[in-house]
T-cell receptor
């Protein structure tokens, strides 16, 4: 079974600055996907960024980028130029990539509450 | 178009009662998932539907929990003889196919008193 660990229960950052959220995972699989989701008070889980394990290049989406270290099983999220709207709970998640039998069964970490201060 | 819709938004029930939680996925999405999120935790997988059939129900905690998707669209999560430990936010998600990104609804917060 896979496990996902987020060791930072809470983080805070000043508006316009950069913050990094940590995530480690444990798996015996070689092919998989990793995700960061954002959950604002509305409770809806919003996909921030996705990384495929076979791709060595780190994924980026505008102000969001990841540092994927496969050997270390580490998957951190960097948010640049933080905005007040980034305040939310952030979850790291793992999904197996079993080729033709894959589906969206995600294993989530415990979450990190991020607060952006003006 | 409209996103994933879950009703009710909040549900309070007494211990021992039966509840139904409804999920309307995005039109055309064949895959549908239920997750449960306890307070201060990440969501945990409950069940996955591909079309009308439950392809993976390994996350259902016990036989008090049951889910259906009779026409391959709307799904209902049913909980019998509710217990206080069932209190959580129940999230539904859908996707175009098995490996497409999941689109989540806003969840139903269930409180069992």
């Amino acid at each position: 079974a896979q496990t996902v660990t987020q060791s930072q229960p809470e983080m805070s950052v000043q508006e316009a600055e950069t913050v990094t959220l940590s995530c480690t995972y444990d798996t015996s699989e070689n092919n998989y996907y990793l995700f960061w989701y954002k959950q604002p008070p509305s409770r809806q889980m919003i996909l921030v960024i996705r990384q495929e394990a076979y791709k060595q290049q780190n994924a980026t989406e505008n102000r969001f980028s990841v540092n994927f270290q496969k050997a270390a099983k580490s998957f951190s999220l960097k948010i640049s130029d933080s905005q007040l709207g980034d305040t939310a709970m952030y979850f790291c998640a793992f999904m197996e990539n079993a080729g033709g039998t894959s589906y969206g069964k995600l294993t989530f970490g415990q979450g990190t509450i991020l607060t952006v201060h003006p | 178009g409209a996103g994933v819709s879950q009703t009710p938004s909040n549900k309070v029930t007494e211990k021992g009662k039966y509840v139904e939680l409804r999920c309307d996925p995005i039109s055309g999405h064949t895959a549908l998932y239920w997750y449960r999120q306890s307070l201060g935790q990440g969501p945990e997988f409950l069940i996955y539907f591909q079309g009308t059939g439950a392809a993976d129900d390994s996350g259902l905690p016990n036989d008090r929990f049951f889910a259906v998707r009779p026409e391959g669209s709307v799904s209902t999560l049913k909980i019998q003889r509710t217990e206080r430990g069932d209190s959580a936010v129940y999230l539904c998600a859908s996707s175009v196919n098995r490996v497409s990104p999941l689109h989540f609804g806003n969840g139903t917060r269930l409180t069992v008193t």
